[in-house]
Structures are given as structure tokens and as C-alpha cells.
């Protein structure tokens, strides 16, 4: 059973609700505006649910019409105040030079004041008003810009933190004036009184889906008075306010929501809903000991919980409560799709690390106390998952076996974990201050030993945070010898990290002190961790004060002596999630590195050709210092996956998603696949995949959490070329990462299941 706490996304169609509507769309399906029979049956309906809304909003009189959501509320709203303020002007009624919005208002009402502002050429100044931490806000400021405000807009409560405006506050700096005034009322219907009439409240828009009607309706409330511009003009609809026939099917559904709001018995008394906020913070503060709420509770709707845990990031949180089947979000859910920290947050002055693990849990008025019990019940499960994984959650040591590298990536910089598993003993490369809490829980929970903490060269982008990590590890390094910059044990041949050992190369170019571990087992070389010498698509920058471009052309030939072409390359940039690369990938991407190491390009030609590359580098897409001019940032695919018609046969010859209907296909056809979860273990303990999916049982399943994934990179690409390899995860976000990574490093059967376990029956 799926556990849906994202209510203030949308809710689900209560189901007298859903049968309304399917009764008006089966039996009295008549236009509202036809006169006969059929026209006025629907009609009298719509006056009904119109006379509902108004008792419930304690709205008798001003204007109420049936809109498509909010969004359009909003726009009716903003483009009547503005049109308003245009005629005033124009009439030289003295105009005033502002408009003010909440700084924390869904995106729907500064971006309508945007655009109506452009549209109107009224080039008014579009002002937010800050808040406090607490969200609330900033009443002082507000009084202070009121005299030159022509609208404010003020939402009656936030959709990603559930702060409660003090609109009475705010009322009573109103009062007396003619500043417009719009509340956005989605959040708080059903569960906050309006009093919209006592408040002098000009325009207040309305959702349904917000509260358990369908998605399509909303109302707008227009005070008795206020200045009115219809947005949608034709057929004289809703008395010429909003033409367009109306969406009766929804205009019922919404009436027995209304009805229900009325009558009593759906929607669970404030007390109720109180108590159960309770259990959900209890049960948070259970699994997730750090867990901080990011509003208080006194001044925030109790269906609402935004909370963080410092050390984790929202997108881990969200991918564990998933495959716990709870339904959350990161924020609003117009801003989900993007990896964006919360605007909220910000203008809440939230710390940065708060608001980029900022998780929402909302659930509605009409949720039943078992769903609850249930939620509680996952989220403690949830956080048993993630003390076996070792991750912050976590106060006691764990035995949980790893791998022997873990990868971090925080905008593009990589730091690794080398670790083995017989000694507990660790060593630390390039640690990022993001990771600081993450690490360090890390190692504690292992029980880790930590030998060394090492920085590949001075990072122009970052302050390493080795110090750190040493300073609060102090109990756990076993090596108290002195170190140099980088954190070598002055006079050290090699680090042992138990059966495992490092040792260094001197690789200057892109620093004075770049500097390459190669980690070595009982084998031989392994991999090498080369800074930023070698990234994915790039080589390191030279134009810093502390660059050496001519040895940089040394350093390469002395990689390609030590390490070789077909060695495991760790860079300590990764900007397009390739994860690894060697030279030999390198020397194809990249025309500079191959013409270097075939001896096409002499030293000069390659300084030149350097300082060419890097003369106008802008900024990553992380807005943080790119390290390097990326020659190779297209998302290749590698090889085409054309080959012998007993391949995975797919559409499109270079496609990298495989159907779920295909991937079965495959796997009833008892072909030898690989298919690999690349979950993190937190994730796979919740929802194991040959539970999840019993299909996938039949192929053989590897289980490789992406912070690991480069521990099988060397066997996969072994592969023979024509086992396919099947990705799988979440989304088809990391899964798309990984089998992307494998074809560039060579292997071409490599997919990703399309759509993930999100889509799986
Ligand atoms: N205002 C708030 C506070 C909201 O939460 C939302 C929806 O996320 C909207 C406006 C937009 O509503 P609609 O989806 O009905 O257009």
C-alpha cells in the first residue's frame, strides 16, 4: 500500500466526490447555459455549490466564480488589481510605484505579477516582503512600504512549510486604505477560518484539488467593490466574469467537498490533526535522531511538516521513503522536478545545508488515523534502514560489509572512501566541507580506522576539509606521523589501508602539487585517483597562478607510462556523471590527450592548445569554478547497442532506456542478463527488487548501490560484449547515470530500465 504524504501537492477525489461528477457526466451532462431542461437541471447545481462556497467561505456577499484552479484565481486577481492601478494612472488619480508580494508566495503569484505588470507596461516595482526564520511576515517592513503599494499579496498559508500568515496583523496595517489585497487561500481551505469579509480580504482564490476535488476547479472570491477584469472573455459565462462553459463535472465534485466541509464528520477537527502531527514527529524524531523541523509548530498548519536531517540530502530522503512506499516531496511540487534548494527556505534564512535536505510531508484533513499509524510505522523502518547502511542516522556502530571505494559527488566534485573491510581501515581522498557530518558519521558507524586523509592538490574550487575531518576523527587515525599539504606522511613510500595500499605520483600541471594515488590490492594497480589531472571529458585548467602547463605535458606521459591506457581513472571532477574514465577513453574523447600520448602534439603546441581551451571558461552549471575546459560534455551513449539480432533489440539503435515490456521479453527468453539495482543499500533493505518486481527473479540481479558502482566497473566492462547489462532504480535517473557510464567506458549492451521501479506493475 502506498502511504501518499504530499496532500499539499494534491489530494485524491473523495469518492462521493468522484461520484458526483461521474453523475453529472453520465446523466445530467447538460451546458448550464441552455434553457432547456438539461441546461437548467445543471444549472440549479451550480447555483447550489455556488450558495455552498459562499456559506463555507462566510462569503455572502462580493463575487465567487467557478475557475480552473488557482493559477487562474491568481491571474484574475492580479491582472484586475493592475488594470485598475493603470486606469488610476492614466486618469492622473496619482499611482502608486509598488506592488508587494510575500517573499515566500507560490511561484504562480510573483510570476503573475511579472507578467501582467510587462503585459500592462506599468512598470511598477515588484517588491517582496521579506519574513523571519519563522516564516511570518516582516510587518514593520511591510508598514514601511505600504503608502507607495498599489496590491499586496499575502498567502493565508505556505504550501511547502505550512506557516500560518498573520493576517490579522496584516489587516489591521491595511485598514483604512485603498492598497488591493489578494490572499491565496489554497492551502488554508478546510483547515483555517478566512473570515474574508471581517478582514476586508479583496480577492481570495481557491483550488480544488487541493482538497479533495478533482484537478481543473477552483473559485475565486472578489470582494464587493474591488476592481474587476475578466481574464477569459466570450460567452458571457458566470455572469460574464469568466466565459467558457463551465467544468460542471468538477463543479459538482467540488459541492459535496464543500457540502462535507459544512456538514461535518470527513474532515478531522484541528485537535485531531494536531495529534496526529504528534505521532509523525515523534516517529521522525525516533528514526532520524538529528531531524530539525523547519517551521515552528505554533504558527504552522499541523498537515504540514517540513523537516531536514543534517548529513542527509532531500534526495536521499526521498528515495528512502520511497522504496518505503511514502509518498513525499522536496518542496513544491511545480519545483520537484528540479534539483533546486527551496526558495522558501532561503527567504526563511534557512542555513544552505538545511534547505538542501529540506523534506515535506503533508497530509489532508480527511486522512484516515490508520494511514497515520502506518506512516509512523515506515518511518522507523526507514530509519533501522539507514543505521544499517551507515549512514547519519545512525548512533551505534554497524558490521554492515562495503566495497572497497565509495564515491561522493557534491556539484561536480568528487570525494572517495578507500576502505577494507578486514581491518576497518580507511583512507580519505579530496573530502569535500559538504560531506563533513556524512563522513564523519561514516567512519563512526563502521567503526573505521582512519590511516590517512588525503588531498589530491590545493583545490581552487573548495577548502579541503581534512583538517576537519582529523581534528574530529582525532580517536580514530591510527597514523600520527607528520604530514606534508596533501596530507602524505612525510617520508612515506606508501600508505598501507590494511591489505590495500597507496601509493603517490608527483603529476604537476594543473597545480604545482597535483598528485595521483594509485591504490594497489594483492593483484596489482587497481585504480588511481588523479585529482583533477584527468577528468571525464576534460583535462584540469592551467591558467592559475599555481599551474605548470609544460609539466602538465610531462605528467600526461608519466600516467600513461605508470597507471597505462586501460587503468581505472578516479578524477576529482565529475560534472556529467561518467563516474570514471582511463586514457584510452580519454585519447577518444579528447584530440589534445590522444595527439599528447601518440606524439602528434609537441610540449608548446599543447600549452598553447591548453590556454586556447581555457581563455573564456564560464562557470559549471553548479555556478561553482569550473576545473577544467570540458572538450566531451555531450551525453554520449558510447557504442551504438546494434549488433547479432539475439541482442536486446530496442528502437532506436543508440537508445539507452529499455522498456519494461521489452526487459521482460528479455528475461522470459532465458538469456544470460545482468540485471543491477543501483539503489543504495538503505533503499534495496526497504523494497527488495525481486519482491518489488518477482519477474526480475529470473535474471541474475547484482546489487550496486551508485556510491559504489566503481567497484564493478573493471568486471562489467569483462563482460563478454554481448551480455546485456540492465540498470535499474528509483526513476531511471541513476540507472540512465550508470548504463550511460558503462557504454563510454566500452561495454554497449548496456540499458537503463525506462521509468524505473516508480513504473514497475
Ligand atoms: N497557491 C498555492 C499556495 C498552491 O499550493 C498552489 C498549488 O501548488 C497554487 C497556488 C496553484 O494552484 P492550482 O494548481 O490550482 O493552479
Request: some cysteine.
Amino acid at each position: 500500500m502506498d502511504i501518499y504524504l504530499d496532500a499539499n501537492a494534491t489530494t485524491p477525489v473523495l469518492e462521493p466526490a468522484r461520484a458526483a461528477a461521474m453523475a453529472v457526466m453520465a446523466e445530467s451532462f447538460g451546458n448550464p447555459s441552455s434553457i432547456h431542461g438539461a441546461g437548467l437541471k445543471v444549472r440549479a447545481l451550480l447555483d447550489e455549490v455556488r450558495a455552498t462556497a459562499r456559506r463555507v467561505l462566510q462569503a455572502p456577499t462580493g463575487r465567487l466564480l467557478f475557475t480552473s484552479g488557482a493559477t487562474e484565481g491568481i491571474q484574475t486577481a492580479v491582472l484586475s488589481a493592475l488594470e485598475h492601478l493603470r486606469t488610476r494612472r492614466q486618469r492622473g488619480a496619482g499611482s502608486p510605484s509598488c506592488v508587494l508580494y510575500g517573499a515566500t508566495e507560490h511561484k504562480a503569484v510573483p510570476e503573475a505579477l511579472a507578467h501582467w505588470n510587462a503585459l500592462l507596461g506599468l512598470d511598477l516595482q515588484i517588491l517582496p516582503i521579506p519574513v523571519g526564520p519563522d516564516g511570518r511576515h516582516d510587518l514593520a517592513w511591510l508598514q514601511a512600504h505600504l503608502d507607495q503599494a498599489g496590491l499586496v499579496c499575502t498567502m493565508a498559508a505556505n504550501n511547502e512549510t505550512g506557516v500560518i500568515t498573520d493576517l490579522d496583523g496584516i489587516a489591521a496595517l491595511m485598514k483604512d486604505r485603498d492598497t488591493l489585497w489578494l490572499v491565496d487561500g489554497v492551502q488554508a481551505l478546510g483547515k483555517l477560518p478566512l473570515r474574508l469579509i471581517e478582514r476586508r480580504i479583496d480577492y481570495a482564490p481557491f483550488s480544488g484539488h487541493k482538497l479533495y476535488a478533482p484537478k481543473g476547479i477552483g473559485m475565486l472570491y472578489v470582494r464587493e467593490g474591488a476592481p474587476f477584469t475578466p481574464l477569459l472573455a466570450g460567452g458571457g459565462q458566470e455572469s460574464a466574469l469568466r466565459s467558457g462553459t463551465e467544468n460542471t463535472a468538477g463543479i459538482a465534485a467540488l459541492g459535496v467537498v464543500l457540502k462535507a466541509l459544512e456538514s461535518g464528520g470527513t474532515f478531522a477537527a484541528p485537535e485531531v490533526l494536531q495529534g496526529y502531527r504528534i505521532q509523525l514527529v515523534q516517529a521522525l524524531r525516533e528514526a532520524f535522531p538529528g531531524v530539525v523541523f523547519n517551521a515552528p509548530f505554533e504558527t504552522s498548519l499541523p498537515t504540514t511538516l517540513n523537516m531536514s536531517v543534517p548529513g542527509l540530502s532531500a534526495r536521499t530522503l526521498l528515495d528512502l521513503f520511497d522504496a518505503a512506499g511514502i509518498r513525499a516531496s522536496g518542496g513544491s511540487a511545480c519545483g520537484a522536478a528540479k534539483a533546486k534548494p527551496s526558495e522558501v527556505l532561503q527567504a526563511m534564512g534557512l542555513p544552505e545545508a538545511q534547505t538542501a535536505s529540506a523534506v515535506r510531508l503533508s497530509f489532508g484533513p480527511a486522512e484516515a488515523p490508520e494511514v497515520l499509524a502506518e506512516a509512523c510505522r515506515r518511518l522507523k523502518a526507514c530509519g533501522d534502514a539507514l543505521r544499517n547502511a551507515c549512514l547519519p542516522a545512525s548512533r551505534h556502530a554497524s558490521t554492515a560489509a562495503t566495497d572497497r571505494i565509495t564515491r561522493w559527488v557534491v556539484d561536480g566534485a568528487c570525494c572517495y572512501a578507500v576502505w577494507d573491510a578486514a581491518s576497518r581501515q580507511c583512507a580519505v581522498i579530496d573530502p569535500l566541507p559538504e560531506l563533513n557530518d556524512t563522513l564523519a558519521q561514516w567512519l563512526r558507524c563502521r567503526d573505521g580506522q582512519v590511516v590517512a586523509v588525503l588531498d589530491t592538490h590545493g583545490h581552487g574550487d573548495h577548502a579541503s576539509s581534512a583538517p576537519w575531518l582529523r581534528e574530529t576523527l582525532a580517536d580514530r587515525m591510527t597514523d600520527h606521523r607528520r604530514l606534508d599539504a596533501l596530507g602524505w606522511p612525510l617520508e612515506a613510500d606508501e600508505i598501507s589501508v590494511g591489505a590495500l595500499r597507496i601509493r603517490r605520483l608527483a603529476v604537476p600541471g594543473h597545480t604545482l602539487d597535483s598528485t595521483a594515488y594509485l591504490l594497489e590490492d594483492s593483484t596489482g594497480l587497481c585504480a588511481a585517483f588523479v585529482g583533477d589531472t584527468v577528468m571525464p571529458g576534460a583535462l584540469g585548467r592551467s591558467d592559475f597562478p599555481v599551474s605548470t602547463p609544460r609539466s602538465y605535458f610531462d605528467s600526461l606521459h608519466l600516467i600513461h607510462q605508470v597507471i597505462g591506457g586501460d587503468t581505472l581513472l578516479l578524477p576529482g571532477h565529475d560534472y556529467d556523471q561518467r563516474f570514471a574514465t582511463t586514457l584510452a577513453v580519454e585519447c577518444k574523447a579528447q584530440p589534445l590527450v590522444e595527439g599528447v600520448l601518440t606524439g602528434r602534439v609537441k610540449a608548446q603546441a599543447f600549452v598553447q592548445a591548453k590556454a586556447d581551451l581555457e581563455r573564456h571558461l564560464a562557470p559549471t552549471e553548479f555556478q561553482t569554478m569550473a576545473c577544467g575546459a570540458r572538450v566531451d560534455t555531450g551525453h554520449d551513449v558510447g557504442s551504438p547497442a546494434s549488433g547479432p539480432a539475439d541482442r536486446i533489440e530496442i528502437s532506436q539503435a543508440d537508445k539507452i532506456e529499455i522498456s519494461q515490456a521489452d526487459l521482460a521479453d528479455e528475461l522470459a527468453s532465458a538469456r544470460r542478463l545482468v540485471l543491477v539495482d543501483v539503489r543504495e543499500a538503505y533503499e534495496q533493505q526497504m523494497s527488495p527488487l525481486a519482491q518489488r518486481w518477482p519477474l526480475a527473479a529470473q535474471a541474475h540481479i547484482e546489487v550496486v548501490p551508485l556510491s559504489t558502482l566503481l567497484n564493478q566497473l573493471p568486471a562489467w566492462r569483462n563482460l563478454p560484449p554481448d551480455t546485456p547489462l540492465v540498470f535499474c532504480c528509483r526513476s531511471g535517473n541513476r540507472s540512465t547515470q550508470a548504463a550511460r557510464a558503462l557504454r563510454r567506458l566500452g561495454h554497449s549492451q548496456a540499458f537503463s530500465l525506462a521509468g524505473g521501479f516508480a513504473l514497475l506493475p
